[in-house]
């Protein structure tokens, strides 16, 4: 894969329609559904199966599968069809969602969340894929679409822990299984009757793909991201130090191979030379880092410290859910006028401001009204900076490449998810109590200030704002 800088082309200025972007953006939404209920669930799987260390695992194994299978279903998807594999992680969704509904134990559990996990990583790359081979074919404007693509990643994102408190207080933990199953069917309904471009036509042939597949970099990738998803995950109780030099290892040994071999399964030197892409997938470490420390810290510290039940729990979560929608649809119209930096800074300001909110209101005390009013504030990020920095993506990317780019978008973001369990442990300790949870909104605070001293002084935002079909000069690729 070569990541290059999106051509300025004339296109039609209609959007990509809603019959093409609401069926992608519908399987979309199994990744972030399944993603927040866990935080809720967690409690009643651990009631169920024993408070061990195990019960962790359940988390870390849909994350660490994730993380690692989200640049290959980008890259699959560009050689087989996006639709094709899109399809194929609906059925390893309902093959998972199935098999950790009659889990007997905690190993069949962790290993039903490994098929979940491969399954929704296939479907935002694939997703951002069939829009932009649409809006190519058709000469579409595809904006529009990634902001419906990201307005029901962050609102059901954020939706999840009332939707998972709901089911889990009703039906049991069980219950956050059984609701990808009716999804996974609607989505197949809506993605096989849509129009997908060119995605999808003339797969190749098995000899042409395993030459194209790049094996070897593949089998380097999957260990040097492993072993450290699993060194970050240990680092919470008994260190596996031997996985960071394996991890280290094969991590040198991947980037020598892409390096060389005239058919990458990640071009490095691409990646790297494109500046505002790098830039993006760092920024989405970060952000990433503490959006679940918010979406894995405050279900628990309201169960735990406030005595909610999970039901109660999710409700009070619920603000987070409106008005990250309403953030992404503002967020679109902030980048679509003024850029990626203006979005990105409002977005950053007010991860910061959720930050020192959490790490000094005194929340085993306050009324329910100060929760709620914290948790709308901690909404307005998830809106503005998912939009600005999967816009950004969009835009400094072809549309041959752009699957996979978000795929390790998404890598980034499971990474993040697996440092903010670290985060957690580390601030708040295994029980978090009103001392933890502030410590954890100062860290909170400290990311954000460096994520927005790194906005404004980055030169790497492509397009000029207001204009996404020009683009500025210092954001086209570099090619090493």
Same mark, same amino acid.
């Given at each position: ?11 039609? +200025? ?22 927040? *209920? $866990? ?43 996006? #639709? #094709? ?51 190519? +074919? ?69 000899? =042409? ?58 071009? %490095? ?13 760092? #920024? ?23 005595? *909610? ?19 992404? *649809? ?19 300001? =007010? ?28 909404? $307005? ?30 890598? *980034? ?39 927005? %001293?790194?906005?404004?002084?980055? +030169? ?14 210092? =954001? ?5």
């Amino acid at each position: 894969m070569t990541l290059t800088q999106n051509q300025p082309t004339t296109e039609d +200025k209609r959007p990509v329609p809603f019959d093409v972007s609401g069926a992608a953006a519908s399987g979309t939404v199994l990744q972030p559904l399944n993603s927040s *209920m $866990i935080a809720v669930a967690i409690v009643g799987i651990a009631a169920q199966f024993g408070a061990s260390a195990s019960v962790s695992w359940v988390i870390s194994a849909m994350y660490i599968t994730t993380a690692v299978c989200a640049p290959m279903a980008g890259r699959l998807g560009a050689m087989f069809g996006a #639709r #094709r594999v899109f399809i194929a992680g609906l059925v390893l969704v309902c093959a998972g969602s199935l098999v950790g509904t009659f889990a007997p134990g905690i190993g069949w559990l962790i290993a039903a969340y490994v098929l979940l996990g491969i399954g929704i990583s296939v479907h935002m790359p694939n997703a951002m894929t069939m829009v932009r081979s649409y809006a190519e +074919k058709y000469r579409r404007q595809s904006r529009t679409a990634i902001t419906t693509l990201v307005v029901c990643g962050q609102s059901v994102a954020a939706l999840g822990p009332t939707l998972g408190g709901l089911l889990v207080g009703t039906f049991g933990w069980q219950s956050i299984l059984w609701v990808n199953l009716p999804v996974a069917a609607l989505t197949g309904f809506f993605i096989l009757r849509a129009d997908v471009g060119f995605a999808g036509d003339r797969p190749p042939s098995v000899r =042409a793909a395993l030459h194209a597949i790049d094996m070897t970099g593949i089998a380097l990738f999957v260990p040097a991201l492993t072993t450290l998803m699993v060194f970050l995950v240990s680092l919470r109780a008994s260190i596996a130090w031997w996985a960071l030099p394996v991890s280290v290892v094969t991590a040198v040994a991947f980037v020598l191979w892409e390096r060389h071999t005239p058919e990458p399964f990640l071009d %490095v030197r691409a990646l790297f030379g494109n500046r505002a892409l790098s830039a993006t997938l760092g #920024r989405t470490l970060l952000t990433y880092t503490c959006f679940y420390c918010v979406f894995f810290g405050i279900p628990q510290w309201l169960q735990y410290v406030r005595e *909610m039940t999970p039901i109660e729990a999710g409700l009070t979560m619920l603000p987070v859910a409106g008005v990250s929608v309403i953030a992404t *649809m503002i967020g679109s119209r902030t980048y679509r006028r003024y850029g990626a930096r203006t979005t990105l800074l409002i977005g950053t300001a =007010a991860l910061l401001v959720g930050g020192i909110l959490i790490a000094s209101v005194e929340k085993s005390t306050a009324p329910i009204l100060v929760l709620l009013l914290v948790a709308a504030v901690l909404g $307005i990020p998830n809106g503005f900076n998912n939009i600005g920095n999967q816009n950004l993506i969009n835009a400094v990317t072809s549309v041959d490449d752009v699957g996979t780019a978000i795929g390790m978008y998404r890598t *980034m973001a499971f990474i993040g998810a697996n440092l903010a369990v670290v985060v957690m442990q580390l601030t708040a300790g295994a029980t978090i109590t009103d001392d933890g949870l502030h410590s954890t909104g100062w860290f909170i605070v400290v990311v954000a200030a460096v994520l927005l %001293v790194g906005v404004v002084m980055s +030169k790497n935002m492509g397009p000029r704002p207001g204009n996404a079909l020009r683009p500025d000069r210092t =954001a086209v690729d570099q090619k090493a």
